[in-house]
């Protein structure tokens, strides 16, 4: 079976460390499921998404061994156009992934740097702002929304490119209760789309939808159950 994302004895120390931060890590990603990933800061949470998103190693640099494969292909051998395709991240902080005067232009870069047509762009932005419930702010200027309005506004940038798989790279780590419930509500409904989603959070409040959690702790990741 070929999984939307598998990662197979993944390592990785970065070139300045002298010790690994992910020590031959295993794992399967399904389709219609939310998995869930925790641990302590430090643990390598940011490092492991860094590998399956391919800005490890195609940006940052260091020893890296093992594969991650997203649809049996190695991200290592993917360019980093394939890779956008295919996965998406939203980052703790929206600020990192907006940068247009308008909502609609942050929605509309990804499309654009790969020439999809102009009409197809329209209708994305139109899909992706629908999905998020920020339809009324497509002409705003995201510096004036709130800290929950520009996240929801980075989640719809990362669905325009329409990946299967996505991270919420602890992205409801900043956000108050009304909008992280908003996040994990589009979780919820982008796993019933079936889509692959994978929740990196630190607070195991926001995880208590995930079908599955795994924890990773001293570079080693393993599975527990989830408590209601």
Known sequence: ???????????????????NILNGLNL?????????????????????CYCIMGII?????GVLEGDVLIYGRPVSKMKVSEIAVSAGIIFQD????????AVEDDIAFGPENLCIDRKEIDRRIVESL????????????????????????????VLSL?????IFDEAMSQ???????????IMGGLKKSGKAVIAVENELKN???????????????????ING
């Open 57 to 61: 190693p195609h940006i940052y640099q």
């Open 207 to 225: 995880l208590k939808m995930a079908d599955c959690l795994y924890v990773l702790e001293n570079g080693v990741l393993h599975e527990e159950e």
């Open 130 to 157: 629908e999905m998020t419930g920020m339809q009324k702010h497509r002409f705003s200027d995201p510096d004036r929304l709130s800290g929950g309005e520009k996240q929801l506004i980075a989640i719809a940038s």
């Open 94 to 101: 929206p600020d990192t992934q907006l940068f247009s005067p």
């Open 28 to 48: 399967k990603i399904s389709s219609s499921e939310i998995t869930a990933i925790t641990g302590p800061s430090g643990s390598g949470k940011s490092t492991l």
């Open 162 to 166: 329409n990946p299967d798989i996505i």
């Open 1 to 19: 079976m070929i999984y939307p994302l598998e990662i197979k004895n993944l390592s990785f120390k970065y070139a300045q460390e002298g010790k």
């Open 175 to 185: 956000l108050d209760e009304k909008s992280a419930a908003r996040v994990r509500s």
